[in-house]
């Protein structure tokens, strides 16, 4: 099945870095959803985005929208000790039969180095 | 609160010992879906249902059966499993209108099948 490919796919970083990662897919989707996962526990939504580039915060969090609807971006500025998790990009996908399918990236986690 | 619940949060099990993960919403949500997350490979749906009775495969079913024989429960069924399906389990929901949006997420079983 289609996949998004995350990259990077692991970063370590200091407290009170920028962060930036990014998610590309070789078909369009009409809307872009980043989830984060903390250790143990399920995705939970941060940002959504529905049209070609459009640019969104969440307080330290901004997404974007690519233009040309393959791509998307996220960025967490001065990150801090509770941003440690996994980020994850997703596109909702119609099937032929109307199931509108959540497809997931690979996942980019982050490590906060003390 | 409204949440998605699924037990066992961990299970370990031999291999052809047939299994039940359950999982359970009280939000009154007619969209169902079960994913399984794998290092380096993201969330891959395995099955989903639109409502009641209505159920169908998503990208990797081999393995797997389920059941929506009641709005609030879709439980996930290993008749046979195998070390291959050792992964973390996820179950989602949402109203079926909320097209990419308000997906709620289980806190996940981890499976061992050795």
Not at chain 1, 80 to 99: E, R, T
Not at chain 2, 48 to 72: A, F, H, I, L, Q
């Amino acid at each position: 099945g289609q996949q998004l490919n995350q990259s990077p796919q692991s970063m370590f970083i200091q407290e009170g870095e920028d962060v930036s990662m990014n998610c590309t897919s070789s078909s369009i989707f009409n809307t872009w959803l980043w989830y984060k996962q903390d250790p143990g526990e399920g995705p939970v939504l941060l940002i959504a985005l529905y049209k070609a580039g459009e640019l969104t915060s969440n307080g330290r969090l901004t997404a974007q929208f690519g233009i040309t609807r393959k791509d998307s971006f996220l960025n967490i500025s001065a990150s801090i000790p509770s941003d440690v998790g996994i980020y994850f990009c997703a596109g909702p996908l119609i099937s032929n039969f109307g199931n509108e399918k959540l497809t997931f990236g690979t996942g980019t986690r982050l490590t906060i180095i003390p | 609160e409204a949440q998605v619940t699924q037990n066992p949060r961990y299970l370990i099990t031999v291999t052809g010992k047939k299994l039940t993960v359950t999982c359970s919403q009280n939000m009154n949500h007619e969209y169902m879906s079960w994913y399984r997350q794998d290092p380096g490979l993201g969330l891959r749906q395995i099955y989903y249902s639109m409502n009641v009775e209505v159920t169908d495969k998503g990208d990797v079913p081999e393995g797997y059966k389920v059941s929506r024989k009641e709005k609030r429960n879709f439980p996930l069924i290993l008749e046979s499993p195998s070390p291959n399906q050792t992964s973390l389990y996820f179950c989602a929901s949402r109203f079926l209108p909320d097209r990419g949006l308000g997906y709620t997420f289980g806190s996940g079983t981890r499976l061992t099948v050795v």
